[in-house]
């Protein structure tokens, strides 16, 4: 891995530069995606849970692709776009995504703690392919555990806004 003193990336369509160091607006090589984005950026939505990569509760979009961002180191990320949860509201109407208002309107969460992995994997999935069938949008998920069992509310969600297309 190459050795780098910053990391310029695009958080929620904002620029943001980190210096390797300790402090405010530092990273370590050995910092996760998700950790900087909790710990140094204060972008809370995503979750650690794992930390093996096998809950998809860290989820985030990184270039148009769904990531689990406990398994990328921040130095990786040196010129991507990332997305997180609180960067699916509208910025200038403050509006939900149509998916995060669909996961409220269909009941698609309990304790809501793997809720964003879910939704920013299904973002992902819909900016994709805009209309994925019922199999489709079960083969993206297969990678987000839901402890709470409301995984039939989240393929009604997400149904409901891939027949609308939004």
Not at 132 to 151: D, M, Q, T, W
Request: net charge negative.
């Amino acid at each position: 891995m190459p050795s780098r003193n910053t990391v310029r990336l695009i958080v929620n369509g904002k620029p943001c530069e980190l210096h390797e160091g300790a402090g405010a607006g530092c990273f370590s090589h050995s910092d996760s995606l998700a950790y900087t984005l909790r710990e140094t950026l204060g972008l809370t939505g995503t979750k650690l849970s794992c930390g093996q990569g096998a809950c998809g509760a860290c989820t985030v979009i990184m270039d148009r692709k769904a990531v689990l961002s406990c398994l990328i180191l921040t130095v990786e990320c040196d010129g991507r776009e990332i997305t997180t949860i609180e960067g699916l509201r509208n910025p200038e109407t403050g509006e939900l995504d149509p998916l995060q208002q669909a996961f409220i309107d269909h009941r698609a969460f309990q304790c809501g703690y793997c809720t964003p992995g879910i939704i920013m994997t299904s973002r992902a999935l819909l900016d994709a392919n805009p209309h994925p069938n019922e199999e489709e949008i079960k083969e993206a998920l297969s990678g987000n555990f839901c402890r709470c069992v409301s995984h039939y509310h989240v393929l009604e969600a997400v149904r409901s806004v891939a027949e609308e297309g939004a």
